[in-house]
C-alpha cells in the first residue's frame, strides 16, 4: 500500500515565522503535490512536482514555495507565514495515470 | 473554464436509506472522473474513478457512480447508507497531471 506521510499533524506558528512542511511517500511516485483545504472551498492546488527539482505553480502559489531535493521527499515552504494561510494542508502523490494518495494532512494555526 | 460542482454542502439521511451525492463538471475534455472521502482528521480516500468504458463504475464500501457525458455529471450513489459512512465527499475532474477537486459534501448520518 502506497504510504504519504506528513510530519506534522499539528503546527501553530506565529506571524512572520519561515514554516517547513514535509511529505515523504515511499512509492517512487514522480508526481507530488501540495493543496490546502479550506471549508467551503474543496481542496486547492498550491505545487506540484513531477520529478526531482522540478516544481509547477498550481492555482494559488502565492505566499509559497517548495523544495524536491529527493524524488521521496517534497516540502512546502512558507517564507513569511501569515494568519491567513491558516488551513490544513495536504501533501500527495501519484504515478501516471494512478489516482492520487494523500497524507492526513497538517492543520497549520497561524497566530 | 474547468469546474466542478457539487450543489449540496450537507445531506443528512437515515441510516439503511439510500444516498445519491451529485457532481457536475465543466472540462474541455473528456477527463478523468473521481470520488474521494475524508473522515474527520483524516486525508482523502479513494472510493472509485472512472477513465474509460462502461459509464458505471464500481467502489469500495458498496459505493457505485454513473458517468453521464450528456448530463456533464458522475454521481454518487449507495443503496443502504450505513453509520460509518458519515464522512466529507469530494468529486474530483482532471487528466493525468492534476485535479480539480469540488467544495464536497458533508454526509450526516441518522440512526
Known amino acids: 500500500d502506497v504510504k504519504v506521510t506528513q510530519s506534522s499533524r499539528y503546527l501553530v506558528k506565529r506571524t512572520g515565522e519561515k514554516v517547513f512542511l514535509e511529505c515523504v511517500q515511499d512509492?517512487?511516485?514522480?508526481?507530488m503535490f501540495w493543496y490546502r483545504q479550506d471549508p467551503g472551498l474543496g481542496l486547492r492546488l498550491i505545487y506540484f512536482?513531477?520529478?526531482?527539482?522540478?516544481?509547477e505553480k498550481g492555482d494559488i502559489p502565492e505566499g509559497y514555495s517548495v523544495s524536491r531535493e529527493k524524488k521521496e521527499r517534497f516540502s512546502l515552504i512558507l517564507e513569511s507565514a501569515s494568519t491567513n494561510q491558516t488551513s490544513m494542508y495536504l501533501c500527495?502523490?501519484?504515478?501516471?495515470?494512478?489516482?492520487?494518495?494523500f497524507g492526513n494532512g497538517t492543520r497549520l494555526t497561524v497566530t | 473554464a474547468q469546474s466542478v460542482t457539487q450543489p449540496d454542502i450537507h445531506i443528512t439521511v437515515s441510516e439503511g436509506a439510500s444516498l445519491e451525492l451529485r457532481c457536475n463538471y465543466s472540462?474541455?475534455?473528456?477527463?478523468?472522473l473521481f470520488w474521494y472521502v475524508q473522515s474527520p482528521g483524516q486525508g482523502l480516500q479513494l472510493l472509485l474513478k472512472y477513465f474509460s468504458g462502461d459509464t458505471l463504475v464500481q467502489g469500495i464500501k458498496g459505493f457505485e457512480a454513473e458517468f453521464k457525458r450528456s448530463q456533464s455529471s458522475f454521481n454518487l450513489r449507495k443503496p443502504s447508507v450505513h453509520w460509518s459512512d458519515a464522512a466529507e465527499y469530494f468529486c474530483?475532474?482532471?487528466?493525468?497531471?492534476?485535479?480539480?477537486f469540488g467544495t464536497g459534501t458533508r454526509l450526516q448520518v441518522f440512526p
Open positions: 472540462y474541455g475534455a473528456t477527463p478523468y
Open positions: 512536482s513531477y520529478d526531482v527539482k522540478m516544481k
Open positions: 512509492m517512487d511516485h514522480e508526481n
Open positions: 500527495a502523490s501519484k504515478q501516471g495515470n494512478s489516482p492520487l494518495h
Open positions: 474530483a475532474v482532471g487528466d493525468t497531471d492534476k485535479l480539480i
